[in-house]
């Protein structure tokens, strides 16, 4: 009974370059939300998507950044030219059911070194 | 704006004795409350959380209170062991989107 899976892990990128970060969410959930922590800080929501829509997108910066949850295959968190305030860790969380008290389940995350 | 914050950034106890991690939060109109358990190196893993209507939750060691007077969320961890070392998150779900708001963490170091 898998649960969130992220990968890569640890990803290394140069200014300038992309970053695609991927989710799979747990078996039977069908609601994914991306967070972003800096070093000893709390997560902060960026994005919360069902398959094919973008719900709330209220926490994405507005350049270089977007996400995607297609109907088939993980959901995608694209970081187009990175810079070094991009270096974080991002985590993904899925859940069974949409707004309300649904319990989110984290994945271990991928860790983004911009050089 | 919206905030969720801790009064302890770091909380030091010896093994076996109970602890105690607070949280304020701001936001009076959240409804559901989630504490999360973060290992270096890790994910944030679900311990236990606790919805409006309630003042206080038990679950295996653990008890979440609630006051909403005063908007303070606390957790206790009975009995702490060494593998409870770890930062600890509270959360609240804001808006209809199941937002979550977390707060800056608390270090929890148990001492052998």
């Known amino acids: 009974n898998a649960g969130v899976m992220q990968n890569p892990r640890h990803l290394v990128r140069r200014r300038g370059q992309e970053a695609r970060l991927r989710c799979s969410p747990m078996?039977?959930?069908?609601?994914v939300y991306w967070y972003r922590q800096l070093p000893e800080e709390g997560l902060k929501f960026m994005v919360y998507l069902q398959k094919e829509n973008i719900i709330d997108e209220s926490g994405m910066p507005k350049e270089r950044f977007s996400a995607e949850f297609p109907k088939e295959g993980p959901s995608i968190l694209r970081i187009q030219q990175v810079v070094r305030g991009d270096s974080a860790a991002y985590f993904c969380?899925?859940?069974?059911?949409?707004?309300?008290?649904?319990?989110?389940?984290f994945g271990p995350g991928t860790r983004l070194t911009v050089l | 704006g919206e905030s969720v914050g801790l009064h302890l950034p770091t909380l030091s106890v010896q093994e076996g004795d109970n602890s105690i991690i607070n949280c304020a939060y701001s936001?009076?109109?959240?409804?559901?409350f989630i504490w999360y358990k973060q290992e270096s190196g890790k994910g944030p893993q679900f311990i236990i959380d606790i919805r409006s209507n309630m003042d206080k939750r038990q679950g295996q060691r653990v008890t979440v209170l609630l006051n909403k007077t005063v908007k303070h969320l606390s957790l206790q961890i009975a009995a702490t062991q060494p593998g409870d070392s770890a930062v600890y998150f509270c959360a609240e779900m804001g808006g209809a989107t199941n937002k979550l708001i977390f707060g800056t963490g608390t270090l929890l170091a148990v001492q052998p």
């Open positions: 969380a899925s859940s069974q059911q949409g707004p309300g008290t649904d319990t989110q389940y």
């Open positions: 078996k039977g959930h069908s609601h």
């Open positions: 936001n009076s109109a959240s409804d559901y």
